[in-house]
T-cell receptor, first 108, second 116 residues
Framework: RKEVEQDPGPFNVPEGATVAFNCTYSNSASQSFFWYRQDCRKEPKLLMSVYSSGNEDGRFTAQLNRASQYISLLIRDSKLSDSATYLCEDTGRRALTFGSGTRLQVQP | NAGVMQNPRHLVRRRGQEARLRCSPMKGHSHVYWYRQLPEEGLKFMVYLQKENIIDESGMPKERFSAEFPKEGPSILRIQQVVRGDSAAYFC??????????????FGSGTRLTVV
């Protein structure tokens, strides 16, 4: 099993929709994670952290489910500018581990 | 406060030549990480360095690839005798002493290597 797994998508949603995707992890000892956003041919940029208490930032909510070993990212009221690939990172390993990303395409 | 600086942004090499990619971490960051991203694929960890030390190189191919982070100057990722399969985006990231568990990564803009 891969250390961090994500559904590659693409998730095609209309503007204004709510979309959520998950990231499963194999290391039961991991306690903190990050979500990054990567636009086409650009570097990943830190979006938000995810700890046991979850995190909310505007339209974005991230949660951690330790029992089932996954983290989630929820985007409300999707904008065209949200179109990107979303990567999760497990900080619980020294060789820092990213999922392969979930591609989101928001359509007008 | 400049971010992570990578150069060159684009690099074209013929098969068999050497490629040298440079990364200067953010001011105050002492940890550097190199990742490779093949077209339409995710980030693959290559190597993690501190000044003058390789901490983890478990993602580095066994041959032709090497990395260093000298006491002075940028971190260098060196690829000898490049082949077409080395064509990819190479990203560098840095973090402060406490590591990414608290702060996450800051990435450079990447170097896009094309082997012809």
């Amino acid at each position: 099993r891969k250390e961090v797994e994500q559904d590659p998508g693409p998730f095609n949603v209309p503007e204004g929709a709510t979309v959520a995707f998950n990231c499963t992890y194999s290391n039961s000892a991991s306690q903190s994670f990050f979500w990054y956003r990567q636009d086409c041919r650009k570097e990943p940029k830190l979006l938000m952290s995810v700890y046991s208490s979850g995190n909310e930032d505007g339209r974005f909510t991230a949660q951690l489910n330790r029992a089932s070993q996954y983290i989630s990212l929820l985007i409300r009221d999707s904008k065209l500018s949200d179109s990107a690939t979303y990567l999760c990172e497990d900080t619980g390993r020294r060789a820092l581990t990213f999922g392969s990303g979930t591609r989101l395409q928001v359509q007008p | 406060n400049a971010g992570v600086m990578q150069n060159p942004r684009h690099l074209v090499r013929r098969r068999g030549q050497e490629a040298r990619l440079r990364c200067s971490p953010m001011k105050g960051h002492s940890h550097v990480y190199w990742y490779r991203q093949l077209p339409e694929e995710g980030l693959k960890f290559m190597v993690y360095l501190q000044k003058e030390n390789i901490i983890d190189e478990s993602g580095m191919p066994k041959e032709r690839f090497s990395a260093e982070f000298p006491k002075e100057g940028p971190s260098i990722l060196r690829i000898q005798q490049v082949v077409r399969g080395d064509s990819a985006a190479y990203f560098c990231a840095s973090s402060p002493e406490l590591g990414t568990a608290f702060y996450g990564y800051t990435f450079g803009s990447g170097t896009r290597l094309t082997v012809v």
